[in-house]
């Protein structure tokens, strides 16, 4: 299946500014040239899904999905989804094959770090529509992620004692919030900024304030 959105480069010449910013901070080999062209337009095929679903006017131009690769939360999101299909397609392959695509998903994530600022590591399993707005500072870890995910500044989903959170539909992180270990969250949920959430359930259509254990949560209108 063809990619139909529109880019504001030929596809060719987004794959080129690809390996020009790899290039500048890492060797890249001949066979990582060769798993980035297999993986390219499975990126954007992931992308121009993920693009339908957001209402952002920079990710549509006359009606069509459109992708610069010169906006940075749409190369932030196309690095992402980048090196999540290298990261899947090292899973089954033999052993030296593995090896070559784990470290060139490492070195995308890295990439991905080093120009944005997130910290978003390729073996997460993303989910299809997310959407990033000044997303520097943000941390995601290895949580259960679902479609409708919006992510502000310095926002952080982490771990405790070995536990990651599991997050419903439509979930947004407001700047500087941060949600870690065994938390589970239903649909339709927003963190206000500056709020941390601990090892707390938060139920469905809710906006939540505060700390844990001292939440408060406001729920929403159906």
């Not at 409708?148 to 419903?168: A, D, E, R, S």
């Amino acid at each position: 299946m063809d990619c139909n959105m529109t880019t504001l480069l030929p596809k060719e010449e987004i794959k080129e500014l690809l390996h020009r910013q790899l290039s500048n901070f890492f060797p890249i080999s001949d066979k990582e040239r060769e798993i980035i062209s297999e993986a390219f337009p499975v990126a954007l095929l992931r992308c121009e899904k993920c693009f339908k679903g957001i209402e952002n006017k920079y990710y549509h131009k006359k009606d069509e999905v459109f992708f610069s690769p010169f906006h940075s939360g749409q190369w932030l999101l196309f690095l992402l989804y980048l090196a999540n299909t290298v990261s899947i397609s090292y899973l089954n392959v033999d052993d030296k094959c593995a090896e070559v695509n784990k470290v060139l998903a490492d070195k995308i994530y890295y990439l991905n770090k080093i120009m944005h600022s997130v910290d978003i590591y390729h073996e997460i399993e993303i989910p299809d529509v997310m959407f990033f707005e000044h997303p520097v500072g943000t941390v995601l870890g290895r949580g259960k992620y679902q479609n409708g995910l919006i992510i502000y500044q310095n926002c952080t989903v982490g771990g405790n004692k070995g536990h990651y959170p599991t997050i419903g539909k439509n979930f947004h992180m407001m700047s500087g919030s941060k949600i870690l270990g065994n938390s589970i969250v239903g649909d339709n949920v927003t963190l206000a900024a500056n709020t941390y959430v601990k090892d707390t359930n938060i139920p469905s259509d809710a906006t939540v304030f505060g700390s844990s254990p001292n939440l408060i949560i406001k729920y929403l209108s159906k």
